[in-house]
C-alpha cells in the first residue's frame, strides 16, 4: 500500500532524513520507534504531506505522490494524528469530529463514522457539546484519532499518539489503535514507547539519526540484544 523509497528531507540547509526506506502493506499495523530527534516526526509529516520530500519517492495504492500538493494527501486515503493532537478548543467536540469529514466522499458517510467514532471511544459521548479544551488528555488524543478516522481513511498514521498520557491512559490508546487496525485500517505508528509499539506492531523500523538503522519482525527487534540494551534498558545474557 505505502512505498517509502530512498526518501530524503532536511529543514533549511540541515538534512533531516537519510534515503529512508519502509514499507506498509494493506492491513498492516507498522511502527517506527527510536530516540528524540531521530526523525520521526520528520518521516510522519512527509508521508502525510505536511513535509516537502528533498529526494526520494512516496508512492500510495500504486500512485506516485511524492509531488502532490499537501492539501490533495487526504484525498488519497492518508490521515494523520499529529503529535500534540492539535484541537480547535474552543469548538466543541462534535465539531472537532465532523472536521474530520470534510471531504465529500466523507461527508456522505459522517453518520456512520460518527457511530464508529464513539464506539471506539465510548467516553466521548457525554463529551460531544464541550469544548475540546475541557477534556483530559486522554480524551483529547480520542478526540484526534476520531477525527482523523472520519475521513474513512485507508492508512492512519499516528505520531507519538501516548505523548503527555498517563500509564493506564496509554495502554488503552494502543488497545484501541490495535483494534482500529483488525477493524481494516493500515496503521503506520510513530512512537516513543518502545516496548508497546512493538507488542501491538507487525513490522518495526528503527531510526536514528535520520537513518532506518534496523527493521524486522516486531518480536524479533524485540529479541536483539542490541535493541534491548538501547531502547528497553535490559542487558541480555
Excluded at 533531516?16 to 509529516?45: F, Q
Excluded at 504531506?49 to 511524492?66: M, N, Q
Excluded at 503527555?164 to 496509554?170: I, N, Y
Aim: charged share 20%; with cysteine.
Amino acid at each position: 500500500m505505502l512505498e517509502v523509497e530512498q526518501l530524503n528531507a532536511s529543514y533549511g540547509a540541515a538534512p533531516a532524513l537519510w534515503d529512508v526506506s519502509l514499507r506498509v502493506g494493506r492491513g498492516e499495523l507498522v511502527c517506527v520507534v527510536g530516540p528524540n530527534g531521530a526523525g520521526k516526526s520528520t518521516l510522519i509529516n512527509v508521508i502525510a504531506g505536511l513535509h516537502r520530500a528533498r529526494g526520494g519517492r512516496l508512492k500510495f495504492d500504486g500512485r506516485d505522490v511524492t509531488r502532490l500538493p499537501g492539501h490533495r494527501f487526504c484525498g488519497t486515503g492518508i490521515a494523520i494524528v499529529p503529535e500534540g493532537r492539535r484541537l480547535f478548543t474552543g469548538m466543541s467536540v462534535q465539531d472537532n469530529l465532523e472536521l474530520g469529514s470534510y471531504l465529500a466522499a466523507a461527508r456522505r458517510e459522517r453518520a456512520a463514522s460518527l457511530e464508529r467514532v464513539l464506539a471506539l471511544f465510548p467516553a466521548l459521548k457525554a463529551r460531544l457539546a464541550s469544548p475540546a479544551g475541557a477534556l483530559s488528555g486522554g480524551q483529547q488524543q480520542m478526540v484526534a484519532i476520531g477525527r482523523a478516522l472520519m475521513s474513512r481513511p485507508q492508512l492512519l498514521l499516528l505520531d507519538e499518539p501516548s505523548l503527555g498520557l498517563a500509564p493506564a491512559v496509554v495502554l488503552d490508546m494502543f488497545q484501541a489503535i490495535r483494534g482500529i487496525n483488525e477493524a481494516g485500517t493500515s496503521v503506520l505508528l510513530v512512537e516513543q514507547n518502545v516496548v508497546m509499539a512493538l507488542e501491538i506492531a507487525r513490522r518495526a523500523y528503527v531510526m536514528e539519526e535520520g537513518r532506518i538503522v534496523a527493521e524486522g519482525p516486531a518480536g524479533e527487534l524485540m529479541e536483539r540484544p542490541e535493541i534491548r540494551k538501547a531502547y528497553l534498558g535490559l542487558e541480555t545474557h
